[in-house]
Nanobody, 121 residues
């Protein structure tokens, strides 16, 4: 089991910045990728940014250079630096970890409880 705890959300104005953090604990040695997702009311959960243990990163099309995902492996932490925030970025942001083990046919995905990000005009 992997436990994920997010922090750093809040209410800011359009154009401001926020930095989200995610602390992972438990069986973190199985983690092959970590990611940030978000879900706005009435919308499906969507990928914001992903970081794999091989070092590759992927971003949602809407990021357009405004967000940066990073990790601190020593602290088992994941971060999301969000700049130039827009009202449409308002959502609950979730930290996610993909866990793989040789005896598993498919990987498992774990989720944090989410942190609310609200951007005002």
């Amino acid at each position: 089991q992997v436990r994920l705890v997010e922090s750093g959300g809040g209410l800011v104005q359009a154009g401001d910045s926020l930095r989200l953090s995610c602390a992972a604990s438990g069986d973190t040695t199985c983690i092959s990728a970590m990611a940030w997702y978000r879900q706005a009311p009435g919308n499906e959960r969507e990928l914001v940014a992903q970081f794999t243990t091989s070092g590759s990163t992927n971003y949602g099309y809407f990021v357009r250079g405004r967000f940066t995902i990073s990790t601190d492996s020593a602290k088992n932490s994941l971060y999301l630096q969000m700049n130039s925030l827009k009202p449409e970025d308002t959502a609950v942001y979730y930290c996610s970890a993909e866990c793989r083990k040789p005896q598993w046919l498919v990987p498992s995905r774990f989720w944090g409880q989410g942190t609310q990000v609200t951007i005002s005009q």
